[in-house]
């Protein structure tokens, strides 16, 4: 998880010598360890070595890897250190618990643990004349809390996909984990801290994608998986090191350095689970695509077995853990609670505690189930309790997988490690070596309390973390680490798609220390951050008034109000100039200077009528005022009606001739409605552009898309209308 999140800085190495062999390694162990430093006088000491003590000094721990594994049963200790791509085993040492302190992995009597730990730090510094300082651990699976969660983002409007935008994806899905794993309430109320998260896949567009990094699409998704371990597993573990003048260097995952020994990164494409039996708990780590992808946890393990055996064969329970270790040969001897030896071979020992390792390899296999949701295609296992005879095959019978691919962590499957032949690396020491692998290649966590912006930030993380990490950590929304640009505002302005881009965010500000940095700035134990949020760009704005060249006002047109000059409508209604134009708003720019603007905006026939201002004729070209009254020449209707008239038979002319009369009361129907016309004050006729007056919506807003309908035909403006007319404007 760890080493996916976080790129780790190169460390110095060891001089480098002519490149040497696994067994040339080997032999250098061997002939380091255990030996006095020989003088050159055949081996001699210094000669007022009789007669004055000399107390030889311990050397530095300088890049020497102290890793420890505090277990149920037994605390391992190993020193070692990193060798170009090797890991170096230099020594061991295991000291098994006086009495419970740790249940399921769980630190419970931390003095006494305290004194176990004392007592392998002494052997080890002892045997190899050094003072050991430093310490890599790592925390028991029992409390680790995994969430996995999956957000997705628009990305519609943006021209790529930038790394920064990646970044802010990861912040706020591990936040949302963070939240999810908050609102758990749990019994004890602790406080869970995120220790890291793996991004399990990219998609663009539903598409997984090694990398989205430079594309474009609409939807960007991110999965990963954050782990959170309890403050009481972190505070249990620093008491016991501070108690033994030991800072922690690193701090990993059981499962994670389990990972790094048998299943490294280049054959996690696989899907293997790797469980991990100690003596309380069954860690279980899962790999697939090239990332761990899951955790789970059994409360089952060796210890199950032992009072499977303390039942079954009334023995105490350090006789009942040597019957273990001694079921690897054919037959053995114990003795019972009453003293009395019994000889037993393998075979019926095993038998007599079948139903227990039934029952363990069913619970591990249905954990492992839970966490990949179907069988994986191979299985390693480690830890003490993986050396059960008959628990492989068991545990390939529930998962229905081949026996060939359970597999017992043996010195042949532990990866990039050198050691002395006289250590016989079984899977008890895969974990302690991983943990000390972990350190050596930068991939474990500390555990430090930095100030951010005059506040102390608590951090689970590596030594050295970026400002990023720094405040995903403290809980600042990713919005204000990275900002985010304005959204653009899109509309429709005379019939065109029109764009107003957002403005760009103000960058975040960072110091480290009182100096100038970025988000990629180290920080570490006792720095001070400070931090200033970026500012959001603001979002693409646009009024009526920009798009507006001139000013408003009305005239008065055959009797109706029109807007003349220039003004807008949007969405179908005139909009004030103020108005702030929304999203998906459909505007139109009205100028309309002339006479001729307004008749073509009206959709009037230009041809055969004239109109008048004060008796005068105007022309079309005629430039408007705000406040004319305009309307039909009356000489100009009464030519119209004449020409009309004189192409007409005169049977047509007689039949309308009671047009021209004196004009009484007449009846039509508007829109499916009757309505009563009184006599016009002037005694003229009403027409049809006279019923404009009488509608229910604004003409003007309608122009050119009226429909008129006189009588089942296209009407025009000037048509004379008479007693039971039908009239339809829509």
């Known amino acids: 998880m760890s080493e996916i999140n976080i790129q780790p800085k190169k460390r110095g190495r060891p001089r480098k010598t002519e490149a040497k062999t696994n067994s040339e390694i080997n032999s250098s162990i061997k002939k380091k360890r255990g030996r006095p430093a020989k003088s050159s006088a055949g081996g001699k000491t210094s000669s007022n070595s009789s007669t004055k003590s000399t107390v030889k000094r311990k050397k530095a721990q300088k890049d020497i890897v102290f890793a420890l594994d505090i277990g149920t049963r037994t605390i391992i200790g190993i020193l070692g250190r990193r060798i170009d791509d090797l890991f170096e085993v230099m020594d061991i040492e295991v000291c098994e ?34 003072s050991l300082e430093r310490v890599s651990v790592a925390a028991a699976g029992r409390a680790l809390k995994t969430v996995q969660v999956k957000m997705d983002f628009d990305v519609s409007e943006r021209e790529f996909i930038s790394s920064d935008f990646i970044k802010s994806m990861e912040i706020e899905a591990v936040q949302k984990a963070q939240k999810q794993i908050n609102s758990t309430k749990n019994e004890k109320n602790l406080e869970f801290y995120c220790v890291g998260h793996t991004v399990i896949r990219y998609l663009l567009d539903d598409y997984k994608m090694l990398t989205i990094e430079g594309h474009k699409g609409k939807t960007a998704s991110v999965e990963v998986i954050a782990a959170f371990l309890p403050d009481l597993v972190l505070e249990s573990l620093y008491t016991v090191m501070d108690n033994n003048s030991l800072s922690i260097e690193s701090l ?9 020994v048998v299943i490294p990164p280049e054959i996690r494409l696989i899907n293997i689970a790797l469980v991990d039996i100690g003596a309380g708990t069954s860690d279980i780590a899962i790999s697939r695509d090239g990332s761990i992808i899951a955790y789970g946890m059994a409360v089952v393990a060796g210890d199950e077995i032992t009072e499977e055996i303390i039942r079954t064969y009334l023995v105490d329970f350090p006789e009942a853990e040597q019957m273990k270790k001694n079921s690897v040969n054919d037959s053995f001897s114990y003795k019972d609670i009453f003293g009395v030896t019994h000889e037993i071979n393998t075979e019926d020992f095993l038998n007599g505690i079948d139903n227990a390792s039934l029952m363990l390899a069913k619970t591990i296999s249905e954990e ?23 628990l492989s095959s068991k545990i390939a019978h529930y998962l229905d997988i081949d026996e060939n691919r359970v597999a017992v962590g043996s010195e042949e499957l532990i990866r990039n490690v050198a050691a002395s032949k006289s250590f016989e690396l079984g899977p008890e020491y895969v974990t302690p070596i991983g943990i000390g692998m972990t350190q050596g290649i930068n991939q474990g966590y500390d555990f430090s309390t930095i100030i951010l912006n005059d506040e102390k930030v608590r951090i689970f993380n590596k030594k050295e973390i970026s400002v990023l990490e720094l405040l995903t950590i403290a809980g600042i929304k990713s919005t204000q680490i990275m900002g985010r640009s304005g959204k653009n505002l899109i509309f429709t302005l005379n019939g065109e798609r029109k764009v107003v881009k957002g403005k760009l965010q103000v960058p975040s500000r960072v110091s480290v220390n009182g100096v100038s940095g970025n988000l990629n700035s180290t920080v570490r134990q006792g720095d001070n951050v400070k931090f200033v949020s970026a500012v959001k760009g ?9 798009f507006l060249n001139g000013e408003k006002g009305s005239i008065k047109f055959c009797s109706q109000l029109y807007t003349v000059g220039c003004y807008a409508v949007v969405n179908g209604k005139e909009a004030e100039a103020d108005y702030e134009i929304s999203d998906g708003d459909i505007v139109q720019i009205y100028e309309i200077y002339t006479l001729k603007d307004l008749i073509k905006r009206l959709g009037i026939e230009m041809e055969g009528i004239k109109y008048s201002k004060d008796s005068m004729v105007l022309p079309l070209d005629y430039k408007l005022s705000f406040g004319d009254v305009i309307d039909i020449d009356n000489n100009a209707f009464d030519f119209v009606q004449q020409e009309k ?19 009484k009361e007449i009846s039509v129907r508007l829109n499916g409605k009757k309505i009563n016309l009184p006599p016009k004050s002037d005694g003229s006729p009403y027409i049809f552009i006279d019923m404009y007056n009488l509608l229910d919506f604004n003409v003007a807003d309608r122009g050119a898309n009226l429909l008129m309908i006189l009588n089942g035909i296209d009407a025009n403006f000037t048509d004379v209308l008479k007693d039971g007319d039908d009239i339809i404007i829509r």
């Open 97 to 130: 618990h006086k009495k419970r302190a740790m249940i399921d992995g769980q630190i419970e009597d931390i003095h006494q643990v305290g004194e176990i730990v004392e007592q392998v730090k002494q052997i080890l510094e002892k045997r190899n004349n050094i």
């Open 252 to 260: 990993t995952l059981e499962p994670i350095a389990a990972m790094n």
């Open 368 to 390: 492992i189930l839970k966490a990949n949701t179907i069988s994986p295609q191979a299985v390693f296992l480690v830890g003490g309790g993986s050396r059960l005879k008959g």
């Open 645 to 663: 008239q004189e192409n007409k038979t005169l049977a047509e002319i007689m039949s309308n001739e009671d047009v021209f009369l004196e004009q």
């Open 538 to 546: 603001e979002d693409g704005k646009a009024f009526v008034r920009d």
